[in-house]
């Protein structure tokens, strides 16, 4: 398997196990919906927060939520909206990014809440 499929993967499980430490509950991972997928979305407070997982292994290129580009969310929205009348949930619904830092040393984690907005 290739390695950055296997830091994404990894990225996406400590994404995971910090929203469950948070007080979250995981509703579903890797939510697909036409060409979108949604990383997380997880439930807390009648929110629903759907997560994006950015995971790199240095700033060198920028920071990991820098990578997710007006393309992406706007499928994240739809896909989103889809999960939400599928489920029919009646929940405020925040977008929110994971960004790892993770090397051989260390980890690093940060949870953006409002990332982006409906537009």
């Known amino acids: 398997m290739a390695q950055h499929y296997e830091l994404g993967k ?7 196990d910090y929203l469950i430490a948070q007080g979250y509950n995981v509703r579903a991972r890797n ?10 979305l997880a439930e807390k407070n009648g ?24 393309r992406q969310i706007q499928n994240l929205v739809k896909a989103v909206d889809a999960y939400i009348l599928e489920e029919s949930l009646d929940l405020e619904v925040r977008f929110d ?9 260390h980890q690093e984690l ?4 409002n990332a982006f907005y409906h537009f």
């Open 110 to 113: 940060e949870h953006l809440k």
């Open 10 to 16: 990894n990225g996406e499980q400590l994404a995971v």
């Open 47 to 70: 929110i629903l927060a759907a997560v994006e997982v950015k995971t790199r292994t240095s700033r060198e290129f920028g920071n990991p939520q820098d990578f997710v580009k007006p």
């Open 97 to 105: 990014i994971i960004a790892i830092i993770k090397t051989n040393e």
């Open 31 to 40: 939510y697909r919906f036409e060409r979108a997928e949604v990383d997380i």
